[in-house]
């Protein structure tokens, strides 16, 4: 079987979770005999020119596009479709909903099957202005029309399609990577400040919807003795929001910023964590929390519903999104009761081994990948007739 896969910035791997994701899922793919196609970002790549490369048995493609107002993900998917046309391909997968815009090209004009998969609402970022958050509903809404099978990570979001668009989806989660080694003398810990088990965690990039201003917030409310907050990320597209956060957090030497981390730092930050705490507002199924579980960290988290499918009152703890107080009361009760926080993390470790599986994931793919093509389903909105028809006369 020989795949196309559009969306990913690139690979390796070395920021976002749907890079992870198909890094995982297509190395394997090339293990079991099928060929993989990535197409890349420019922008991610370095590459200024067509450039192919193998990344653990895949070839990726980086493909040169512009970037005015970070568009190069939808120039690049587009690009990327274009690539595919033709009788090259039994399958075109696309990966989130600003690619999927382009669904409808290779459907009309290839002999592959089209595989969409929604790792989130992307339009409910709060980085992203009207113009570009529509451009997403479109992609949403090609997904819907034009992909011959559609994926989602999690049930919250089979539920919205099934109730939004009548669409059927299937559930195919994402799961941990494997972090790398760490040092277990736990150095880089120490040179930021840092004490084993005495610190709460935060893992993300640092954007509204993830609320790293609210986790900022409780800290400084509760003040728990001997302990402090690591904040682990990046900037992503919202370098105002990151200087509130700095601002917020003003020369408070118990609160650390280390930027983003990669490969042994980041394997040792995430195990030295007493807590691991997400307050997002919005998530698709968060990798971060995901490997803290996996590596036996207690996790509290903002009770969305994707956080109380991964988390029941076994597993970890939730809190009222949105809610400072609620917040507060939690990470109180957690600093004052690690034996309680323990059971919880070993039994959440046990849950991701068992559900949340590259291996497993990689074989529902493939299943899905060999079903046969359906017939295209109804036509949803009146929006997405108006948007076909302007496609139809540009």
């Known amino acids: 079987m020989k795949v196309a896969v559009i969306g990913a910035k690139g690979l390796p791997a070395k920021q976002g979770g749907i890079e992870h994701h198909c890094e995982e899922i297509y190395s394997r793919m090339v293990e079991k005999g099928h060929e993989v196609d990535l197409f ?13 490369d193998n990344v653990k048995g895949v070839r990726v493609v980086s493909l040169p596009c512009l970037n005015p107002g970070g568009m190069d993900a939808l120039l690049s998917s587009a690009l990327g479709a274009v690539a595919t046309l033709g009788t090259r391909y039994d399958i075109i997968h696309f ?10 090209l290779p459907r009309f004009a290839s002999t592959a099957k089209i595989v969409a998969t929604c790792h989130g609402l992307d339009w409910q970022r709060a980085k992203w202005n009207r113009n570009t958050k529509k451009l997403l509903q479109y992609g949403e809404r090609s997904a819907v029309r034009f992909a011959d099978e ?13 109730k939004t668009y009548g669409r059927e989806t299937k559930y195919i989660p994402n799961a941990a990577s494997s972090l790398d080694e ?30 790293p201003d609210l986790l900022i917030k409780a800290f400084q409310k509760l003040r ?25 957090a003003g020369n408070d030497r118990d609160i650390v910023f280390t930027g983003e981390l990669k490969g042994a730092r980041l394997a040792e930050i995430i195990r ?13 199924l968060p990798l971060a929390m995901l490997e803290a579980m996996q590596e036996g960290v207690p996790v509290l988290a903002s009770d969305i519903p994707v956080h109380q499918q991964l988390i029941s009152s076994d597993r970890g703890m939730l809190f009222r999104v949105g809610d400072l107080d609620s917040c507060v009361r ?14 919880m993390a070993s039994n959440a470790q046990k849950h991701v081994q068992e559900h949340y599986n590259w291996d497993q994931i990689t074989t529902k793919t493939l299943d899905l990948y060999e079903t046969p093509r359906k017939v295209l389903p109804p036509v949803p909105s009146r929006a997405w007739l108006k948007f076909t028809n302007i496609l139809a006369k540009a």
């Open 272 to 284: 030295g964590a007493g807590l691991f705490v997400l307050p997002s507002q919005l998530e698709g």
């Open 224 to 248: 728990p003795k001997g302990w402090k907050l690591a904040l682990v990320g990046a900037t992503s597209d919202t370098p105002h929001f990151t200087t509130q956060l700095a601002e917020m």
């Open 95 to 104: 990966h989130a909903l600003g690619p999927s815009l382009f669904t409808w």
């Open 40 to 52: 890349a970002r420019s922008s991610y790549t370095g590459f200024t020119s067509v450039h192919t």
């Open 150 to 162: 559609m994926i989602v990570v999690s049930k919250d979001l089979q539920s919205y399609f099934k």
């Open 182 to 211: 760490s040092d277990p003398s736990f150095s880089f810990g120490t040179e930021l400040g840092l004490q084993k088990e005495r610190y709460i965690v935060f893992l993300g990039r640092l954007v509204p919807e993830k609320c």
């Open 330 to 343: 939690r990470l109180d009760w957690g600093v004052h009761h690690p034996d309680e926080l323990a059971l």
